[in-house]
Nanobody, 119 residues
Framework: QVQLVESGGGLVQAGGSLRLSCAAS????????MGWFRQAPGKEREFVAR????????DYADSVKGRFTISRDNAKNTMYLQMDSLKPEDTAVYYC????????????WGQGTQVTVSS
């Protein structure tokens, strides 16, 4: 099991940027596909982005493609989400998640960090 802690959330105006971090402990994230999800008030949790263990592939939800960039530093055991051109509809609690090798489900989750985008 890996423990995940998100940081970097906050309040930003539309068009602004934020960089979220997900610090892992307990195990090396090099064994995990890592991802970001978000949950807006009254809505279900939705996929945002994920990145493979070797950083050779990433994919994004259509709603954030071209604006968000996921990355990871396995040496620092940390994953990031650079969010640019933020929109009010990006307002949500953002969660990082880990999927261990050979799994098909997200096995570990952080507690979340709030991102609020004002118009």
């Amino acid at each position: 099991q890996v423990q995940l802690v998100e940081s970097g959330g906050g309040l930003v105006q539309a068009g602004g940027s934020l960089r979220l971090s997900c610090a892992a402990s307990g195990r090396s994230i090099s064994r995990y596909t890592m991802g970001w999800f978000r949950q807006a008030p009254g809505k279900e949790r939705e996929f945002v982005a994920r990145i493979t263990r070797s950083e050779d592939a990433a994919d994004y939800a259509d709603s954030v493609k071209g604006r968000f960039t996921i990355s990871r530093d396995n040496a620092k055991n940390t994953m990031y989400l650079q969010m640019d051109s933020l929109k009010p509809e990006d307002t949500a609690v953002y969660y990082c998640a880990a999927m261990i090798v050979l799994s098909v489900t997200w096995t570990d989750w952080g507690q979340g960090t709030q991102v609020t985008v004002s118009s």
